[in-house]
């Protein structure tokens, strides 16, 4: 379990939910 790898991961699901927020 990399922490970098879920940090990575945290980072590109907040910015596609927080663009998801913006497109509705």
């Known amino acids: 379990m990399d ?3 879920f940090n990575s991961d945290t ?3 907040g910015l596609f939910l927080k663009t998801s ?3 509705v």
Do not use: A, D
């Open 21 to 23: 927020n913006s497109n």
């Open 11 to 13: 980072l590109i699901l």
């Open 3 to 5: 922490v970098i790898h």
